[in-house]
């Protein structure tokens, strides 16, 4: 698989279809660190391992670039639904990005409870199946119960919380600025732990229609919360009343909040932040 990317990546430079292709890349010592290759013979150095989330970066990347600038980014299925996401919010232009996408192994999906750890594009690799991550036990464990139970079970999870921001700087559709989770109106700076209401469930309901389901939050927490359980819950939600998930179609717009901004209740204005799908943080 890994000569795979490694063969179409340079197809890509060979083409001149990007002026760079971003993948991670083996250097000195072994230390692997994201790279821009901008020459076919570069790519030797590239690898798939660890897992990495290029996203944020790619459009960070973009962002800094003349318009003319393509950039070919090498994606995993999380990967590649969170690009999706940052197009639907004018925060990456599809016509200045490429992916060169290839699927996780089955260990890779057990161990981030992936339902689909492909991408849609596959170039590398055979898609595997997925797992379901609510025959998980250790999901089980918090939506099992009646909601005064799991609200205990959480609440005893979040007071752990070290409010490191790990969670949303990992996040690769956290992109808002200024960030709710920043402002004294919402989040009471130097007070640890942080608020469950004020702080996680303001990133958690901020994110429901939008979460690829990547598990970089989880990964990044220092403390161990499980996160995810979270999010998944919210995306089989959305899965089950509109037949929508995050990061697969960059045509389809979230229905969360849809209905409100076309039909809102007599005599009440829809606020400005509803429709912030085109705006640019």
Same mark, same amino acid.
């Given at each position: ?31 692997? /660190?994201? /790279?821009?290759?901008? $020459?076919?013979?570069?790519? @030797?150095?590239?690898?798939? %391992? ?17 318009? *003319?600038? &393509? ?7 999380? @990967? ?14 599809? %016509? &200045? ?8 192994? +089955? ?8 339902? &689909? ?9 055979? $898609?595997?199946? +997925? ?59 130097? !007070?640890?732990? $942080?608020?469950?209401?004020?702080? /996680?469930?303001?990133?958690?309901? /901020?994110?429901?229609?939008?979460? !690829? ?6 990964? *990044? ?15 089989? $939600? ?6 929508? %998930? ?16 076309? %039909?809102? &209740? ?7 932040? !509803? ?7």
């Amino acid at each position: 698989m890994l000569e795979q990317v490694k063969q179409k990546a340079k197809e890509i430079l060979e083409k001149k279809e990007a002026d760079g292709v971003l993948g991670l890349r083996k250097g000195p010592f072994d230390v692997i /660190h994201p /790279h821009v290759f901008t $020459a076919p013979a570069e790519l @030797d150095a590239l690898v798939l %391992e660890p897992k990495w989330l290029f996203a944020k970066m790619a459009r960070a990347i973009l962002r800094e670039k003349p318009a *003319a600038y &393509r950039l070919a980014v090498v994606v995993r299925g999380c @990967d590649e639904r969170a690009i999706v996401e940052l197009v639907k919010r004018s925060q990456i232009d599809r %016509e &200045r990005l490429l992916t060169i996408g290839y699927a996780c192994d +089955g260990n890779q999906a057990k161990a981030c409870l992936c339902s &689909r750890p492909y991408p849609e594009k596959l170039d590398a690799g055979s $898609a595997v199946e +997925g797992v379901d991550p609510f025959a998980d036990e250790r999901v089980k464990a918090f939506l099992e119960g009646d909601p005064a139970r799991r609200m205990e079970k959480w609440a005893d999870q979040l007071r752990r919380c070290i409010k490191c921001y790990g969670c949303r700087n990992s996040c690769p559709i956290c992109i808002c600025v200024p960030c709710k989770l920043e402002d004294d109106v919402w989040v009471e700076r130097g !007070v640890i732990p $942080a608020e469950m209401v004020s702080f /996680h469930l303001i990133r958690a309901f /901020h994110l429901s229609d939008t979460c !690829v389901a990547c598990g970089a939050c989880q990964e *990044a927490c220092p403390v161990g919360i499980p996160l995810m359980t979270l999010q998944l819950s919210m995306r089989a $939600a959305l899965k089950k009343d509109y037949n929508y %998930e995050a990061g697969l179609d960059a045509n389809r717009k979230s229905p969360v909040l849809f209905d409100f901004a076309k %039909e809102p &209740r007599p005599g009440q204005a829809v606020p400005d932040w !509803v429709d912030s799908m085109g705006k640019k943080p």
